[in-house]
């Protein structure tokens, strides 16, 4: 380690000594800058999630001894609804992210990101192979398109050398997956960092220290619920991007490859055995209701009245389901219902996306898991129970139980009570705290643990894969050892 990084670790000692300073800053900001003496310069000093960290003003790649520049200058590829959401955080953090370039084969989209980004016409490009071809000075490649749209465009950003963050699944089957990974290992000293940004949540983060430490002791087993929430569930896997399968991937795979991910990364182990059930039990033509119009706004009033996955209802009277869209005004969501695939009536898209899926895991050592995805939940969220040899955690998606067996007693842990890491993006903080981790693996982090950041995602859409299998053979044994 350099000279810097030595003072960077004297400056957490010194900080770590004098709790108020740590506690007064947290509290207020993420990020706060220090007079270093014996650097004799100004050290930025962030909290990340596994602690505090300093950052120098510029970066050592302590491998090859390059160094990453702040801010790490990004290329956007795909200015959806994802691309949007990490260009935001250079919004929010101008000097850690700088969004250098876009592309998109839809100019309204492309062009929302180069007006907030301050781009010039020579940064903006349509089909992401043009922006590839161009070889933009940028660090970080994010891959941000539609699911059929994340193996060729990561391989290429390999090959041109960009570091990447690329959006699950990473790919949509496990062929394609393992044609990502030999190519990933073969880099070597490329961060791919993938979507997972459960992850990257103070609380999730926070349950996976609980696990780490052993604060139950040994975890036996999980019993884990992911609530879709309905209307999500018409939106994006009925109606929108995910109902078909063919189209986009098995909702075991771009849903909960998440909740893998959370599992393999908590237990620090294996899957060697999965069974699944599901099936779409809802959303198909045997549940349309007698009269019902092929659109919500063609719809009789008094089926459409009566229907809570009614588009007009969604989209039109509420205005809290208009975020996916880059126009959110009421002409755009009439013309959207009248023409577009949500103001389909939800019994007579083309989906076939399950609505609910349990799947049963076995883990190295014996660890067993139970996850039910539901899409017929009123708020979206996760829910979990951890049982352990000494304990039991109960979480909410929020908050955290940790009952002890040996003294009797339940500790309260509230995620929103602490200070310090990115809170205040979607996905509880997690679509932030992905780019806080992203920012942190390429300045402070050695890239020989790259790999590993990228292996838990390949063994989530391992176990992923398998569990699609297993429903497909009706709960038949996957992946036994
Ligand atoms: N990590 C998460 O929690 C999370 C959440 C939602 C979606 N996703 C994943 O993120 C990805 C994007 O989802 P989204 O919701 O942003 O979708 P989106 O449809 O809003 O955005 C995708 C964008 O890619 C663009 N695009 C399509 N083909 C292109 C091409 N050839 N070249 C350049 N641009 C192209 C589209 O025009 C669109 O603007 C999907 O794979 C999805 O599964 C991840």
Avoid at 6 to 13: A, D, Y
Avoid at 188 to 208: A, C, S, W
Avoid at 265 to 287: D, E, I, P
Avoid at 370 to 389: L, V
């Amino acid at each position: 380690m350099s000279v810097e990084g030595w003072g960077c670790v004297s400056v957490c000692r010194r900080m770590s000594e004098n709790g108020a300073i740590i506690a007064s800053a947290s509290l207020v900001c993420k990020t706060f800058f220090l007079y270093v003496e014996n650097m004799g310069k100004l050290c930025k000093v962030s909290r990340s999630g596994m602690g505090w960290v300093c950052y120098t003003g510029s970066f050592l790649d302590v491998n090859g001894g390059e160094r990453m520049q702040l801010p790490i200058r990004m290329v956007i590829l795909g200015a959806g609804d994802r691309g949007r959401t990490y260009a935001a955080y250079a919004k929010a953090y101008p000097d850690e992210v700088k969004v250098v370039g876009v592309a998109d084969i839809n100019p309204a989209a492309s062009g929302a990101v180069a007006q907030a980004h301050g781009l010039g016409p020579e940064a903006v490009w349509g089909d992401w192979t043009e922006a590839v071809a161009a070889r933009p000075e940028c660090d970080v490649m994010a891959v941000t398109m539609p699911d059929a749209l994340h193996v060729e465009p990561a391989i290429a950003c390999l090959d041109a050398g960009y570091h990447l963050l690329l959006e699950k699944p990473m790919g949509r089957s496990w062929a394609e997956c393992e044609r990502l990974a030999a190519k990933v290992h073969e880099k070597g000293d490329r961060l791919v960092i993938l979507g997972h940004v459960l992850r990257y949540t103070v609380y999730f983060r926070k349950l996976r220290e609980l696990i780490a430490a052993k604060a139950i002791g040994d975890v036996v087993s999980i019993q884990h619920l992911e609530k879709v929430a309905y209307m999500h569930a018409a939106h994006s896997f009925c109606r929108g991007n995910w109902g078909n399968t063919e189209r986009s991937s098995p909702m075991i795979l771009q849903k909960c490859c998440h909740d893998f991910d959370q599992f393999v990364w908590w237990l620090g182990k294996r899957c060697t055995g999965v069974s699944s059930f599901g099936n779409t039990f809802l959303f198909n033509a045997a549940h349309r209701p007698e009269g019902a119009a092929a659109r919500c706004l063609e719809c009789p009033a008094t089926v459409e009245r009566a229907c809570a996955f009614s588009a007009r209802k969604i989209y039109l009277e509420r205005q809290d389901y208009r975020y996916p869209f880059v126009d959110k005004s009421d002409a755009a969501m009439l013309k959207m219902l009248r023409e577009g695939p949500y103001g389909r009536c939800v019994y007579a898209c083309d989906n076939d996306a399950v609505d609910h899926q349990v799947v049963n895991l076995r883990f190295e050592g014996g660890v067993t898991v139970a996850h039910q995805m539901e899409s017929f939940t009123y708020s979206g969220g996760r829910e979990t129970k951890i049982f352990g040899t000494r304990g039991e955690i109960v979480g909410d998606g929020r908050t955290l139980k940790i009952h002890h067996f040996d003294t009797r007693t339940t500790e309260l842990w509230d995620s929103v009570l602490e200070a310090g890491a990115p809170q205040g993006s979607g996905h509880g903080g997690g679509d932030f705290g992905l780019m806080d981790e992203l920012v942190r693996q390429l300045t402070e982090c050695d890239p020989a643990d790259y790999r590993e950041v990228f292996d838990v995602s390949l063994e989530s859409h391992r176990i992923a894969f398998a569990a699609e299998a297993s429903r497909r053979a009706n709960g038949a044994l996957m992946l036994a050892d």
